[in-house]
Every structure is written in C-alpha cells, then in structure tokens.
C-alpha cells in the first residue's frame, strides 16, 4: 500500500492483530463492550490492513500496562506464550515445554492443555485464560499445587501436594463456557 505523499504504509501484523483482540477481550470480560460490539470489532481486526487502523478500533479503552519482560531469553524448545483461537479448538497433548505464562484466548472455540506431560518452566506457572462462549480443560498431573482463580474458573483437583511441590496459577475470565482444572483422576 502507497500514498501519494508519505510513501509505502506499514501493514498490520499478526501480533498487532493479537494484542488488539486481547485487549478487546478485555473490555469485554470487565464490562465495556455488549456481545454486538466485541463481535463487530473482532470481524474489523480481522479485516484491518494497518496499525491505523488496528488503533481505532481500540482507541477509547483503558491502556493496560503489562509487566516489563525479564531480561533472561527464552530457553530453546519454549512454546509460544499467547495463542488464540476464534471460532476453533487450541489442543496442546504430550511433550511440550509450558513457559512461565502463558496466556490462551479463545472467541466461540474451545481448549484442551494437557499439562502431564509438560515441560514446566519455571516453579510458579502462570496460565492466563479469557474464554467467550468456549469449554476449556486444563489437566494437571500428580503432585503439583493448583491455584486457581477469576470468574467461571472450577477446580476439581485430588490429593495433598508437599509445599515445594510446583505451582500452577490458573487466572480466567469465562463467559458462556466453563474453565475446568482437573486431575488426571478425574478424566473420563
């Protein structure tokens, strides 16, 4: 893309997209747009060519300031730290390195994180979760502390962890959907 004047404009990328969407989610779960207008406003992110016009479709909502980045690099093999899914399914199964937060997104999906093969990252795990009209499962395995919390987030978790035992922090916000942690004893 062109203008006569100024010459090429930059162009949106995915994470441009990705923060936008997650600040949308935001103001959704706190109470600043209806179902009508979250759904309006992701279909124009989806849509939108520039930062531009990324920037107005958020303009008038809160900032939120995120914590600054550690300086350490992620080690080798870490999997992302933000994934979404819009209208499909997020599965992470098996062996795969979970780092220290991480935050999923889903928009009328679902989600399944299947931590008993995990790598864990760090001794604290933070996992972030905003849910609109989606089922997510979290399974945990044996011997570690769940800490869960916010808003359509149950646990349903067995056994006694010994206080060194790694934490997982569950943090979410859930509408229409429920967020489940669970043991692997509870697994149908």
Same mark, same amino acid.
């Given at each position: 893309?062109?203008?006569?004047?100024?010459?090429?404009?930059?162009?949106?990328?995915?994470?441009?997209?990705?923060?936008?969407?997650? $600040?949308?989610?935001? %103001?959704?779960?706190?109470?600043?747009?209806?179902?009508? +207008?979250?759904?309006?406003?992701?279909?124009?992110?989806?849509?939108?060519? @520039?930062?531009?016009?990324?920037?107005?479709?958020? =303009?008038?909502?809160?900032?939120?300031?995120?914590?600054? %980045? $550690?300086?350490?690099?992620? =080690? *080798?093999?870490?999997?992302?730290?933000?994934?979404?899914?819009?209208?499909?399914?997020?599965?992470?199964?098996?062996?795969?390195?979970?780092?220290?937060?991480? @935050?999923?997104?889903?928009?009328?999906?679902?989600?399944?994180?299947?931590?008993?093969?995990?790598?864990?990252? %760090?001794?604290? @795990?933070?996992?972030?979760?905003?849910?609109?009209?989606?089922?997510?499962? &979290? #399974?945990?395995?044996?011997?570690?502390?769940? +800490?869960? /919390?916010?808003?359509?987030?149950?646990?349903?978790?067995? /056994? %006694?962890?010994? *206080?060194?035992?790694?934490?997982?922090?569950?943090?979410?916000? =859930?509408?229409?959907?429920? &967020?489940?942690? #669970?043991?692997?004893?509870?697994?149908?």
């Amino acid at each position: 893309m062109m203008t006569e004047r100024t010459g090429p404009v930059p162009r949106a990328s995915e994470r441009d997209r990705d923060q936008v969407l997650v $600040r949308l989610h935001t %103001a959704y779960a706190e109470g600043l747009l209806d179902d009508r +207008e979250l759904d309006e406003r992701i279909d124009l992110v989806l849509a939108a060519g @520039t930062p531009a016009e990324l920037g107005r479709l958020a =303009a008038e909502l809160p900032a939120r300031e995120e914590p600054a %980045a $550690r300086p350490e690099a992620a =080690a *080798p093999g870490t999997s992302g730290r933000f994934q979404m899914a819009y209208k499909s399914r997020l599965r992470r199964v098996g062996r795969w390195r979970l780092p220290a937060r991480y @935050t999923a997104v889903l928009y009328k999906g679902g989600c399944e994180l299947d931590l008993r093969e995990a790598e864990l990252s %760090a001794h604290v @795990t933070t996992v972030r979760v905003v849910s609109y009209k989606s089922d997510v499962r &979290i #399974i945990v395995p044996p011997g570690v502390r769940v +800490e869960a /919390g916010g808003m359509g987030v149950s646990t349903e978790v067995r /056994g %006694a962890p010994s *206080p060194s035992a790694p934490v997982v922090h569950v943090q979410g916000i =859930a509408y229409k959907g429920p &967020i489940e942690v #669970i043991d692997h004893l509870r697994l149908p």
